[in-house]
């Protein structure tokens, strides 16, 4: 069944050119509007990442504890996502996000007052780590699903996921390096509360918002299904289809095997480059400075075709540049190298969410990108201990070097079944109405 017929026809983009492509998706209003109140947000949350791994190393001087900060921060989100899936495709997404957002305000909160106060313990930073992966494993599928809900034409859907990329990286190029300077001024306390505070900014965008009825049954269905029938019935979708399933055991292993890397950057900054939390706070920058320019770049294309292909080229990027990282002892070299390292992980995981959405039946939206979740966040935290065990015990630059040679090699293995996951993905794109009938491009 051919679905070109519920799509908007895209408007021709008015004169300005390529930026103006580059920022179509800022013409919706509830997407401006969620994209200004993010921004300001996001700043405090990176501000936040670098303040609770430079307190954790500076409390316990073990790269171990920094892995197992990570897996309780981020557990969560792997056993709760399927969960959040299922209600993002029943339930009112705009109120989940209320909720999560209020709930992310009171842990940043209630970590400075314990900073503050001296009185943090590592158990604190541990519990309330588990409380933010928890909130997280529900807030990640919705906010994902919530991006389609923002347009009046889905075809922007692509640009608005780039653009959200973009924002977070920005706000990443932004938060470390303030971090790192308010931490050697005033202490980790202050930005934690300065996170607490910024979630004033995204609550507000979500209460401005004018949002048209959205219908949370299946028309298709006589009866609600039950959780179980819910998860069952999205798994059986998502191993039914090659391209996702390809997409996701793909973001699996870059998950659990290379992006834990960001856990054991207080280790090189202290003990292999000789620096301090501004040290940590330039790396985190730099490959937010990567980052950033790859999420720019996917927001210029102004189709999905050839993101399969892209993205295996920044696997590569990627890899590579982080190998070159884990061997140097030189502040600057390693700081240049941070800035491929954000670029190519970037385009993976951004082009990968563009794929996945563009991909799949918006019945199933919100069960599929629960399973992002879970690629993404839910096998991170494993990856935490194991390049923190390997790390405590042979040091941060095998473990780091190590994972990317691995995952390179997966990339490698992967190479051959690229040109069938191509076609597939291509015929669902007709049927979606995405690309022409006549188009000959490839995914």
Request: charged letters at 10%; proline letters at 5%; one cysteine or more.
């Amino acid at each position: 069944m051919k679905l070109a017929s519920s799509v908007p026809t895209p408007v021709p983009p008015a004169a300005g050119g390529r930026w103006r492509a580059v920022v179509r998706a800022l013409h919706h209003r509830n997407y401006r509007l969620f994209f200004m109140g993010q921004g300001l947000s996001l700043v405090g949350t990176w501000m936040q990442r670098v303040a609770l791994a430079w307190l954790v190393y500076r409390l316990t001087d073990s790269p171990f504890l920094l892995g197992l900060v990570g897996f309780a921060g981020q557990v969560p989100s792997f056993l709760l996502a399927p969960l959040a899936g299922v209600l993002a495709d029943r339930v009112d997404r705009h109120r989940i996000l209320v909720v999560t957002q209020t709930l992310s305000m009171l842990q940043a909160l209630l970590l400075a007052v314990l900073v503050l106060g001296g009185w943090i313990q590592i158990w604190h930073v541990l519990a309330l780590s588990m409380l933010m992966g928890a909130i997280n494993g529900f807030d990640m599928p919705v906010r994902q699903t919530f991006l389609i809900e923002l347009l009046d034409d889905r075809r922007d859907l692509g640009n608005a996921i780039a653009l959200n990329s973009s924002m977070i990286n920005g706000a990443r190029l932004l938060g470390p390096p303030l971090a790192g300077l308010l931490i050697a001024l005033t202490g980790e306390g202050v930005c934690f509360l300065l996170n607490g505070i910024s979630y004033v900014a995204v609550l507000g965008s979500l209460f401005a918002m004018r949002l048209k009825p959205r219908h949370l049954a299946d028309p298709r269905r006589p009866e609600r299904q039950g959780l179980a029938a819910g998860l069952a019935e999205g798994w059986r979708y998502v191993r039914g289809n090659p391209p996702i399933w390809a997409i996701l055991m793909l973001l699996t292993v870059f998950n659990f095997v290379v992006m834990p890397y960001t856990v054991l950057l207080p280790v090189f900054a202290r003990d292999v480059l000789q620096g301090g939390p501004d040290t940590m706070g330039l790396l985190m920058g730099g490959a937010g400075l990567g980052a950033l320019g790859g999420a720019l770049y996917l927001a210029s294309r102004r189709s999905v075709l050839g993101t399969g292909r892209l993205i295996t080229l920044a696997a590569g990027v990627f890899c590579l540049a982080l190998i070159a990282f884990s061997l140097t002892t030189r502040p600057l070299l390693a700081m240049a190298l941070m800035v491929p390292v954000g670029f190519g992980q970037m385009i993976q995981m951004a082009g990968s969410n563009t794929l996945l959405q563009s991909l799949v039946d918006d019945s199933m939206r919100g069960r599929v990108m629960s399973f992002y979740t879970m690629a993404s966040m839910g096998t991170f935290p494993l990856g935490s201990l194991m390049l923190g065990f390997v790390a405590e015990h042979w040091g941060a630059g095998l473990a780091v070097g190590g994972g990317a040679l691995a995952y390179l090699i997966c990339a490698a293995i992967a190479l051959p079944r690229l040109p069938r996951l191509r076609a597939l993905a291509h015929e669902l794109y007709r049927q979606r109405g995405i690309l022409p009938e006549e188009s000959a491009g490839v995914a």
